[in-house]
T-cell receptor, first 114, second 109 residues
Framework: EAGVVQSPRYKIIEKKQPVAFWCNPI?????LYWYLQNLGQGPELLIR????????DSQLPKDRFSAERLKGVDSTLKIQPAELGDSAVYLC????????????FGPGTRLLVL | GQSLEQPSEVTAVEGAIVQINCTYQ??????LSWYQQHDGGAPTFLSY????GLEETGRFSSFLSRSDSYGYLLLQELQMKDSASYFC??????????FGKGTRLSVIA
């Protein structure tokens, strides 16, 4: 079974530029999560989807961040415009329906904003 | 809110046993998970404890005491490949997992 796929793996952009990350969850997983992980820290939830509905986005900085999960499968996380402080690893995870203690993570996208 | 505390770094010798502690504060506690993450890699699920006691999976065991709001991950017969960061994560109420800051384990020869 294929795992969670994310692209790109690395991205370097200048501040104020837009950037987008893509995630393909494990087949059949209804729940999709986007996390932000800073160096030396644990993952911090940005948004959680149940199918195509965003059910927990309280930690998403909505002035610059947006996400979508069309058709309840793939998801895209966008930052526009990016700031220096956005440099981090953006992780996508998926699980079966509902809040689960067992989440399957993708390899992440490492973003560097210059 | 929820908070978790775990040591930032632990060093242990190859072949030895190491214990990584995690204390938490939360309401509506359901259970405690443990994840492993190698440098540059994805976090991978290790274990989940919802009830008091010890859960064993091969060389790894995880313990929970709900009354003490405390758990630990026990790694036996340490191997060099066990060098990684280990995160405890609490599941509570109707909220997704909240992760601790992680413990960086270094296994030395």
């Amino acid at each position: 079974e294929a795992g969670v796929v994310q692209s790109p793996r690395y991205k370097i952009i200048e501040k104020k530029q837009p950037v987008a990350f893509w995630c393909n969850p494990i087949s059949g997983h209804n729940t999709l999560y986007w996390y932000l992980q800073n160096l030396g820290q644990g993952p911090e939830l940005l948004i959680r989807y149940e199918n195509e509905e965003a059910v927990d986005d309280s930690q998403l900085p909505k002035d610059r961040f947006s996400a979508e999960r069309l058709k309840g499968v793939d998801s895209t996380l966008k930052i526009q415009p990016a700031e220096l402080g956005d440099s981090a690893v953006y992780l996508c995870a998926s699980s079966n329906h509902g809040i689960k203690e067992t989440q399957y993570f993708g390899p992440g996208t490492r973003l560097l904003v210059l | 809110g929820q908070s978790l505390e775990q040591p930032s770094e632990v060093t242990a010798v190859e072949g030895a046993i190491v214990q990584i502690n995690c204390t938490y504060q939360t309401s509506g506690f359901y259970g405690l998970s443990w994840y492993q993450q190698h440098d540059g890699g994805a976090p991978t699920f290790l274990s989940y404890n919802a009830l008091d006691g010890l859960e064993e999976t091969g060389r790894f065991s995880s313990f929970l005491s709900r009354s003490d709001s405390y758990g630990y991950l026990l790694l036996q017969e340490l191997q060099m490949k066990d060098s990684a960061s280990y995160f405890c994560a609490v599941r509570a109420g109707n909220t997704p997992l909240v992760f601790g800051k992680g413990t960086r384990l270094s296994v030395i020869a």
